[in-house]
């Protein structure tokens, strides 16, 4: 194996090296690494900002090709017939291998409406639509317009219209099926104003001191999503081994309504339209015995968020792994709901109920 250990390009600190590794800075170096690395039969790894892998100990037998494209392109005024106002509207498309954070930190200031709540997120804009990250009541999917990106069945660019991704909670087309896109770039739509969007999570809403669906400044959502993360250890920090982690690792459970009624009446839940009930899969980790910190010196849950699992300095993916394990069988003990991991597991494997 060449290339650098995963393990300094992934916010888990874990991970070998790959077979080989490429640095691809524009779109023409990425669709090339992707495709020579296809007409080899050689497996592709895509990284950008390593915040939502666990990579093996032993690392990728493939091509790792690290996505750090950069471009930010405005269109203003692009409000169509149905808006009142078309100069109230941003269109923005924005290159794969950008910061995350940075964007939405430049959103803010801008004026940019639809992402201020997604502050802190570690990553990349490419990573986005993949798992249509999301938090504090806003995903991406409710800004995003349209994903360009290359097809390796197809062997082309193609340009899929948001509803067309398949969104769904943590969840897309892409994240199906992974070995098909390379996502190039993303296209927003932002409303201009200085007001956020509607404040729809009530712990968000508490800490602006606004009723749930009431509005406030965008640099006001920004530094209460960023305290709010920062307490949770959501926001990286090299000294702060709590946030060397994937973020949340397991998703929230969504049960058919008769095996939701099963569970203890305090349990936090949310009804869906589809009659589905989304359990906190925090809840259920904490109530099967697994509080903050459980672990070993080496792996535990981080200590301020039962759903984060952390290296605490000396970890091995299989720690990491073997620590997942426990959790999901306790609770499957405990609640009978098998948790499903969040990130993507590359080279290693959780076992299945
Ligand atoms: C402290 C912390 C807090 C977090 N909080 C949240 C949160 O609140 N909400 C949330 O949703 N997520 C959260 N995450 C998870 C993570 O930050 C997001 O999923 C992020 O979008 C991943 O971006 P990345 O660039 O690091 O992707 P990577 O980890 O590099 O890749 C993730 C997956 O996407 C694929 N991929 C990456 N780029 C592309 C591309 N251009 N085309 C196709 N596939 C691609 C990779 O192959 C891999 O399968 C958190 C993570 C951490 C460490």
Not at 20 to 35: I, S
């Amino acid at each position: 194996m060449t290339g650098p250990l995963l393990a300094e390009r992934t916010t888990l600190r874990l991970g070998g090296s790959g077979r080989d590794f490429v640095e691809a800075t524009d779109e023409a170096e990425l669709v090339d690494a992707v495709v020579r690395a296809d007409e080899a039969g050689t497996p592709v790894l895509l990284l950008a900002g390593g915040s939502n892998l666990v990579v093996s100990d032993d690392g990728f037998p493939g091509s790792v090709v690290h996505i750090s494209t950069s471009g930010v392109h405005v269109e203003p005024g692009t409000g169509s017939g149905a808006d009142a106002d078309a100069d109230a509207w941003a269109t923005v498309t924005v290159a794969a291998g950008e910061d995350w954070d940075e964007l939405v930190a430049h959103a803010v200031q801008h004026g940019w409406v639809g992402i201020e709540a997604l502050s802190g997120i570690p990553g990349s804009v490419g990573a986005t639509p993949v798992q249509n990250v999301g938090a504090y009541g806003q995903e991406v999917s409710q800004t995003i317009t349209s994903v360009r990106c290359w097809d390796r069945v197809d062997k082309k660019v193609r340009t899929i219209a948001a509803a067309d991704c398949g969104f769904g909670y943590r969840t897309s087309r892409f994240k199906q099926d992974p070995q098909r896109y390379v996502v190039l770039t993303a296209t927003f739509r932002f409303r201009l104003d200085d007001l956020g969007a509607p404040v729809q999570y009530a712990e968000l809403a508490r800490k602006l001191d606004v009723e749930p669906g009431r509005r406030a400044p965008m640099s006001q959502v920004r530094d209460a999503v960023l305290d709010l993360r920062r307490k949770k250890g959501m926001v990286l920090d090299d000294a702060d081994h709590d946030t060397w982690s994937a973020g949340s690792f397991f998703t929230n459970p969504f049960l058919p309504s008769e095996a939701a009624e099963r569970l203890p009446a305090d349990a936090p839940r949310c009804d869906q339209p589809d009659g589905t009930t989304k359990i906190s899969a925090a809840w259920l980790i904490e109530h099967s015995g697994f509080t903050r910190g459980y672990g070993n010196d080496r792996v535990t849950l981080s200590t301020k968020h039962t759903l984060a699992l952390t290296n605490r300095g000396g970890a091995t993916t299989m720690d990491l792994v073997g620590l997942a394990s426990e959790i999901q069988t306790g609770v499957l003990d405990k609640f009978g709901v098998w948790l499903v991991n969040e990130p993507s597991l590359v080279g290693c494997e959780l076992p299945r109920p």
